[in-house]
């Protein structure tokens, strides 16, 4: 893939919120997970866990925790995106808190662009009950879910989103 190709995929990159029913096979959500595995992580920690809702009744009590959100139910695999701040803290202290939401948040980014390159749409969603999250999942208290990522295949093509010029994001040598 050259340089165009890359843009090209990432461009083509859009969040969906209709997905049809049909399962997410167990060796692709292996093979999502391995993808993820390949990110960079503060001291290559990978303070970072997975966990993957596949069942309906519990993709409906994630939805409804996330605020009430159709998609969370709707797509057949949910991977709930969690920072483990133990393995990083055990390292780092205090400072190991932002290294797992970090080692989190890029792994959740593998996830999302590995489900667009094997063809799969996806929505990163972050507007959930933490604490009804919490409880559904039975996640322990070192584990915090930072993305509630619906996979799927989508079943309206991914609408492009408008972006600012990148240049507005750029300052140089000083802000
Ligand atoms: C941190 C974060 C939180 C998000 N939370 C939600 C959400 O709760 N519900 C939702 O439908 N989309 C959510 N999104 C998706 C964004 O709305 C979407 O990425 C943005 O509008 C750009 O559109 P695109 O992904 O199609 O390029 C979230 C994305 C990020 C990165």
């Given at each position: 893939m050259d340089s165009s190709e890359f843009r090209e995929f990432l461009r083509s990159r859009a969040s969906v919120r209709e997905y049809f029913p049909d399962t997410v096979p167990e060796d692709r959500i292996r093979w999502l997970l391995d993808c993820a595995s390949t990110a960079p992580s503060a001291g290559n920690l990978e303070a970072w866990d997975v966990v993957a809702v596949t069942d309906p009744e519990m993709r409906e009590a994630l939805s409804e925790a996330a605020l009430s959100q159709p998609h969370i139910g709707e797509a057949p695999l949910v991977l709930v995106v969690c920072a483990n701040y133990v393995r990083s803290m055990s390292r780092y202290g205090e400072r190991g808190i932002l290294y797992a939401m970090e080692d989190a948040t890029i792994a959740c980014t593998y996830l999302m662009l590995a489900a667009h390159a094997a063809g799969l749409s996806s929505c990163w969603t972050g507007a959930f009950d933490e604490e009804e999250v919490r409880k559904i999942l039975d996640l322990p208290p070192h584990a915090r879910p930072l993305s509630l990522l619906a996979v799927g295949r989508g079943r309206v093509a991914a609408g492009r989103t408008g972006r600012m010029?990148?240049?507005?994001?750029l300052h140089r040598d000083q802000w």
């Amino acid at each position: 893939m050259d340089s165009s190709e890359f843009r090209e995929f990432l461009r083509s990159r859009a969040s969906v919120r209709e997905y049809f029913p049909d399962t997410v096979p167990e060796d692709r959500i292996r093979w999502l997970l391995d993808c993820a595995s390949t990110a960079p992580s503060a001291g290559n920690l990978e303070a970072w866990d997975v966990v993957a809702v596949t069942d309906p009744e519990m993709r409906e009590a994630l939805s409804e925790a996330a605020l009430s959100q159709p998609h969370i139910g709707e797509a057949p695999l949910v991977l709930v995106v969690c920072a483990n701040y133990v393995r990083s803290m055990s390292r780092y202290g205090e400072r190991g808190i932002l290294y797992a939401m970090e080692d989190a948040t890029i792994a959740c980014t593998y996830l999302m662009l590995a489900a667009h390159a094997a063809g799969l749409s996806s929505c990163w969603t972050g507007a959930f009950d933490e604490e009804e999250v919490r409880k559904i999942l039975d996640l322990p208290p070192h584990a915090r879910p930072l993305s509630l990522l619906a996979v799927g295949r989508g079943r309206v093509a991914a609408g492009r989103t408008g972006r600012m010029p990148a240049e507005d994001h750029l300052h140089r040598d000083q802000w």
